[in-house]
């Protein structure tokens, strides 16, 4: 096939996603993101199988029988938590354009016909790529991808925040002293750490669902159900027997070097309970085999941010996470 043919805009139509495309989608994902690469279980259980998944949503690009770029828009049909299905609010997890057919315009029509379906859709707010429960990534990579930076700036969307994605070696890891003595005191003083029974687990998802978010008690729900193993969970309980805060590793896509979510209460932040549950669950990743720990997103310049530095992250990548108003 001809460059011609994948470029040329009268032979590139855009239609939604069918059957027989997720082959095709993917060859074109491993060619056009190669900083990212896609495997077919991931696409099938964070897009297809979702239950906001709708295939008029997933704009695709032929051209000559190949899939040569892709936007996909969603919204909630079934709320992350309660009943508010966020009646506004409309996403567009990721796109792309296969390099042979860039700089045509086709990334503009893919993204434009993903705007306007969310908004026949009713969504005037528009999120790249912060789409809970199943986002591939936080954001933007502006500077892995500075074509996709400008086209979305050129599209009205504006950064919100940024999200830091950090890693940490733990070959050669043990538990530091400091933190032990640490750990010693505070157990002294009457707090517990341990593997949370499972009468535990009631007390840990409501603490996540309302002292960090909906999104944080689904996935530690469906985690713990799918049978993470209960000793990839640390919990800690204050003197009186409240649960004070946990950490974990494991949870999403039952990845073994995947730190959190990881939680303190914020009353009790600044006792160094955070420093030794995050140690704790670093010491037991190292006791699985595990070379390395890493999650994807924090503050870099928050109290988070700052404990994990201490711990020994580093940040890997930066992505920005960007929304769109109507108004714009």
């Known amino acids: 096939m001809s460059q011609s043919d994948l470029t040329t805009r009268d032979r590139t139509a855009l239609r939604g996603f069918r059957t027989g495309d997720g082959p095709l989608l993917l060859d074109a994902w491993r060619r056009s993101l190669p900083a990212d690469p896609l495997a077919p279980d991931r696409l099938r259980t964070l897009v297809l199988l979702d239950a906001n998944f709708d295939p008029e949503g997933l704009r695709v690009a032929v051209a000559g029988g190949r ?17 508010d299905t966020e009646p506004e609010q409309g996403w567009i ?6 390099p042979a057919a860039r700089g045509r315009g086709l990334g503009r029509r893919l993204l434009t016909e993903a705007l306007d379906w969310l908004r026949g859709h009713g969504r005037t707010r528009v999120d790249f790529a912060s789409y809970t429960p199943n986002y591939l990534l936080p954001g933007l990579d502006a500077e892995t991808y500075p074509e996709a930076a400008g086209l979305l700036a050129s599209l009205g969307f504006r950064t919100l925040y940024e999200a830091a994605a950090m890693d940490r070696r733990l070959v050669g890891y043990r538990l530091p002293d400091e933190i032990a003595r640490r750990r010693d005191d505070l157990t002294a003083r009457g707090h517990r750490f341990a593997t949370p029974a499972d009468d535990d687990l009631v007390d840990l998802i409501v603490l996540a669902g309302t002292r960090f ?15 993470l193993p209960a000793d990839r969970i640390v919990v800690a309980r204050d003197p009186a027997g409240r649960l004070a805060g946990w950490a974990m590793h494991g949870t999403y896509e039952a990845a073994l070097e995947r730190f959190g979510p990881f939680g303190v209460r914020e009353e009790l932040r600044g006792t160094g309970l955070g420093k030794v549950l995050l140690h704790l669950v670093l010491e037991r990743m190292r ?3 595990a070379h390395g720990a890493w999650f994807l997103w924090t503050g870099e310049d928050s109290p988070a941010g700052h404990l994990y530095r201490q711990a020994g992250f580093t940040t890997t990548r930066v992505f920005r996470v960007l929304r769109r108003e109507a108004a714009r």
């Open 287 to 289: 006791a699985r085999g």
């Open 67 to 83: 899939i040569v770029g892709a936007a996909y828009a969603v919204r909630r049909l079934t709320p992350l938590a309660g009943t």
């Open 93 to 98: 997890p990721f796109f792309f354009v296969d």
């Open 213 to 227: 978010g909906a999104d944080w008690a689904r996935a530690i729900r469906e985690a713990c159900a799918a049978g």
